[in-house]
């Protein structure tokens, strides 16, 4: 919700007289361009603010009058005024920059007026300026999400590409980014995009950006926010009616510059096993815990009401709460506002067809989206609704509050404060670290931002098999809703598509696992090949090999992607199409590239030049074999069909590509 603003009327220009805005270090206010001098010294040292910036939108920052006014009045009073003091012109043109730029990225974000920032907004805002001008005016961002558009060549417009190349002077005409802003980030994001479409991952600066600048260059951000509310009512123009910091500007930016680093990223068994055992609890208590508490609120009021035993049941009922949180979490990559913002009816779907929940997207999309989500989220959505007696209750409130048993109020629940009393209670908190040694890890919500695109991963692998059950849906096609809507969550997903990369190298490296199919088993070679090239001069350890293996896989332009089946490695090229085996029934136009995964499946993919089998896949064949045996037996009973036909053929393919997989 919007909070009140302090707003001053408009004079004859922008609301203010210039004759009251004429001090000694500043030539004419009136100016787009503002000259500014020390007032140390003698006083010849200038520096120029310039005003006349193109914003996101493509219009001049002077075009946006509400924003314009309250910037030139922000710069002018932060040193006229006895907030802080300035007396260098250079500290003064800091401040300024630091303005038009907060301007920038305000428009950027679909926001044209300082009177309506909330408090969940600034505090994004300084969170993505604490990793620098880049995060402040997520030019990055942009143009993450405008090149994620195009799959293949044929679709950039020419005047965005030569050459099979993004062209970074025309990104920045697109986006309306200034020429001389960013160089080295938008350089790097364009070249990420191009290696892309050309089948090879490239990390861009902004995805290798873990740390955050230093407190000071952050200070410089806080404080003209700060600036805002504390000149208030000096500024002619819109300003900030409430605090926007109540620990200061100074304590935001060095808690930011300390803590708001890249979050740290849970190994992935620890993160398996919390999200493993987290969904067994829910299952496995909700029912039983959800009796407990309709019944002692039925009791209220009545002599069998037990105040010790209303503490027990709340007790459970949080814990219940914090398991259908960490899901929600974990499965809809959104932040702890956005989902503590959750209404009742927040849910559409069914089993069959699939669920959707409509959530607020607050740094891209800023308004109520509805998002496909996994059979588990649902079930979590489903649990937090029953914790209520009251039928009529308003299908708008919010999803995290209940009736508490103790107090029978309506009360908020936070279980975002109690995620690691809870993890440790279900034994999903302590690891061991690369030297064996025992570790406690320290939940966080926004850890769990990352958790999807690892189990994206990782349960195709076979190795949780109660989250392979309850996630169903839960799908590559999925995955690609989710990253189209937020840029953050799309560098998550590149990041561990690199880190898929180097988990198989590693596998095949050290020969942890065995690896057949036709990519398998030329991988597997070419391991042979570099240990005998290296092995008269450096000792080969599996770090190595198996940096030396994904040069390999990216010189190929291969690109992994997993199925319950196979790790299919095909290149997204034309020339792909000719070898890949789905292509060979399904047919390819001149615009086509890699494979087509509708045609694909356990019958097919094992004879791919491309395939990647290991023995999670083997497994997942074996089943498909049995499931499709019992079928086919049950079909033949009822006599010769073109179905039992069919499925008879189909049993055989499977089984004989069984047989050779688990020969091989």
């Known amino acids: 919700m919007a909070q009140v603003v302090n707003f001053r009327p408009h004079k004859q220009y922008h609301g203010v007289n210039p004759e009251d805005r004429r001090r000694s270090w500043l030539d004419s206010y009136e100016g787009h361009k503002w000259t500014v001098t020390d007032t140390i010294g003698t006083g010849d040292d200038s520096q120029i603010i310039n005003f006349d910036v193109p914003m996101a939108d493509g219009r001049s920052l002077i075009r946006h009058e509400d924003l314009y006014a309250t910037a030139k009045e922000l710069v002018f009073w932060i040193r006229a005024g006895t907030y802080t003091r300035i007396d260098d012109a250079e500290r003064h043109k800091q401040y300024g920059a630091n303005m038009v730029r907060l301007c920038y ?3 950027a974000r679909g926001i044209y007026s300082f009177g309506s920032l909330t408090t969940i907004e600034i505090d994004a805002i300084c969170a993505d300026a604490a990793f620098g001008a880049d995060g402040l005016t997520v030019c990055s961002q942009r143009i993450k999400k405008l090149l994620s558009e195009y799959t293949n060549w044929g679709e950039v417009p020419e005047y965005l590409a030569k050459d099979k190349e993004f062209d970074a002077v025309a990104v920045r005409d697109q986006l309306n980014i200034p020429r001389r802003w960013l160089k080295a980030e938008v350089e790097s994001e364009v070249r990420s995009a191009t290696a892309r479409l050309n089948g090879k991952l490239l990390l861009s600066v902004a995805d290798l950006k873990e740390e955050p600048i230093t407190s000071q260059n952050i200070n410089l951000v806080t404080m003209v926010i700060e600036a805002l509310f504390a000149l208030r009512h000096v500024i002619e123009a819109t300003s900030i009616a409430f605090r926007p910091f109540p620990e200061g500007a100074a304590r935001r930016a060095e808690d930011l510059g300390r803590l708001i680093s890249r979050t740290p990223v849970p190994p992935p068994e620890l993160a398996m096993r919390l999200l493993e055992n987290t969904t067994r609890y829910m299952i496995d208590h909700n029912e039983h815990v959800l009796a407990l508490y309709r ?8 002599s069998s009401w037990s105040r010790g035993r209303a503490e027990e049941v709340a007790k459970r009922v949080r814990s219940l709460v914090v398991a259908c949180y960490i899901l929600i979490a974990a499965f809809t990559a959104r932040r702890t506002e956005e989902i503590k913002l959750l209404e009742r009816e927040c849910l559409a779907g069914n089993n069959g067809d699939g669920w959707w929940m409509r959530i ?3 740094k891209t999309e800023r308004q109520l989206t509805w998002m496909p989500v996994p059979d588990l989220v649902a079930r979590a959505v489903e649990i937090l609704k029953s914790l209520t007696t009251n039928p009529d209750v308003d299908p708008k409130s919010h999803l995290f509050e209940y009736a508490d048993p103790v107090s029978g109020k309506i009360v908020e629940l936070s279980p975002e404060t109690q995620l690691n009393n809870f993890t440790q209670s279900i034994g999903a908190r302590e690891y061991a670290n690369d030297n064996n040694e025992t570790k406690e890890w320290s939940w966080i919500t926004r850890q769990f931002r990352r958790l999807f695109a690892v189990i994206f991963f ?3 692998r076979g190795r949780i098999q109660t989250l392979a059950h309850q996630l169903r849906h839960f799908d590559s096609r999925m995955t690609n809703d989710y990253v189209t809507m937020d840029p953050e969550v799309a560098k998550i997903w590149d990041q561990e598509v690199w880190n898929h990369q180097i988990e198989i190298a590693r596998d095949i490296v050290t020969g942890r696992t065995t690896y057949s199919g036709a990519m398998g088993k030329r991988l597997t070679r070419l391991v042979e090949v570099l240990r005998v090239k290296f092995s008269d001069s450096i000792t080969v350890v599996s770090e ?10 990216r010189k190929g332009q291969h690109v992994l ?3 319950l089946w196979v790790t299919c490695s095909c290149p997204r090229t034309h020339g792909a199409c000719e070898k890949a085996a789905c292509r060979k029934l399904s047919g390819y136009g001149e615009k086509d590239v890699g494979p087509e995964f509708a045609s ?7 004879d791919c030049p491309f395939a990647l089998i290991g023995p999670e896949n083997l497994v997942y064949i074996d089943e498909q074999r049995a499931a499709l045996a019992a079928s086919a037996k049950a079909m033949a009973m009822e006599g010769p069909t073109i179905f ?5 053929a189909q049993l055989l393919k499977i089984t004989t590509t069984s047989n050779r997989q688990n020969a091989a």
């Open 105 to 107: 990225g305000l428009t």
């Open 295 to 302: 019944d002692l609120m039925a009791e209220r009021g009545s």
């Open 360 to 362: 607020y997207i607050e």
């Open 458 to 460: 990782y349960r195709y």
């Open 544 to 553: 190595a090999a198996g940096a030396a293996l994904v040069r390999q896989l």
């Open 561 to 563: 992607t997993p199925k």
């Open 600 to 606: 694909a499946g356990p019958g097919v993919c094992p």
């Open 644 to 648: 039992a036909e069919l499925q008879a």
